[in-house]
């Protein structure tokens, strides 16, 4: 009885420190988008005072600035996701839904996002950076992958990487080439990837 | 008279600069490949010794160890699209010239030169990297572009950057996988590329 209500305060501590520290944390990433998207290079004194949390908790956290740098990267892909599958769902049709990731995928070049992943991506010197790209491109392929079977892929993992990393090639080059996408831009990788994945199966 | 006589003086003087300092950078990108492919971190000194160049040249030539394995890394960028280029020239059906370009690109994965091009990938802190990966696909998507007219693409320019990337991308999935290619593999990119190119001009 005794260890239980022990064993129950315990959890309920380690529960409320873990509650703490994933909002302390989504409190400096948010800071790291904002200092770094603003195209500064913040020193850790300015991103700990903007967000409000004491700088040892900084390097308990993340361990070094480039580490920091690097999660808000990871951070950033894993947002872009969320949002590519939050417009996905507005739609049924699947040419439509491929339409829609590569238009979602390509506004990230857009004026004003655009400046700022330019920043935060020049930034960032994590060791990993070909290894993180290709797990977000490996994320990325795993929303397309559902779409492409829908549109009749004979081999949709493979038809989904390949997709994917077509798509970020493209928003990669716009991003570093400081272009806003056009329709014409979107319109084109739409009408390719389609004719690729509805190719018949064998040629 | 004289003035020529000195002016080509300084010219020869500054050609034969020019030719052994072309020598030295040579033999230190050679040896950074080869040191740094093999999946050791070598110290500046032992690159030198190795090179048989002095400390001082080498600091005057790149500045800094993370600029030299930048300058490693463009350095077999350029090597690779020379052995696709080299590689087209024995292929005249643009059909086959694709699978040519896709299958010499998706060996840089296989199973010796993958672990030396991981291993210096790996060392590669340079802070633009992104950047240079769009330089890298851009050049491979000017090789791209000719097979793609014979192919009859309505967009050349546009279907080869893409192309280029979704190469690119399946490239470094096996390479981060530790994945030697398939012919499986092989045929599957040139079957969507070639669907994606030769699509209908409206879709």
Same mark, same amino acid.
């Given at each position: ?127 990993? !950076? ?10 990325? =392929? @795993?929303?397309?992958?559902? %779409? $492409?079977? &829908? /549109? !009749? ?10 997709? =994917? @990393?077509?798509?970020?090639? %493209? $928003?990669? &080059? /716009? ?18 990837? $389609? ?9």
């Amino acid at each position: 009885m005794t260890e239980d209500l022990v064993s129950s305060a315990v959890d309920r501590s380690l529960r409320n420190r873990r509650s703490a520290a994933e909002v302390e944390v989504a409190r400096l990433l948010e800071t790291g988008r904002d200092l770094l998207g603003a195209g500064t290079n913040p020193k850790v004194g300015e991103i700990v005072k903007a967000a409000k949390v004491s700088n040892e908790a900084f390097y308990r956290y993340f361990g070094s600035k480039d580490r920091f740098v690097a999660a808000v990267v990871e951070d950033g892909c894993r947002r872009m996701v969320a949002h590519v599958e939050h417009k996905l769902s507005g739609h049924a049709d699947p040419a439509q839904q491929l339409h829609v990731v590569i238009d979602t995928m390509l506004k990230q070049a857009g004026p004003r996002v655009g400046r700022s992943t330019r920043n935060i991506l020049a930034l960032s010197r994590a060791s990993n !950076g070909a290894r993180e790209q290709v797990t977000f491109e490996e994320t990325l =392929a @795993s929303v397309f992958e559902p %779409v $492409l079977v &829908d /549109l !009749g892929s004979s081999d949709p993992r493979r038809d989904a990487r390949a997709s =994917a @990393s077509a798509v970020i090639g %493209v $928003l990669q &080059d /716009l991003l570093w080439n400081e272009q806003a996408p056009t329709t014409g831009d979107t319109d084109h990788l739409a009408r390719f990837l $389609l004719a690729a994945v509805s190719r018949p199966a064998t040629s």
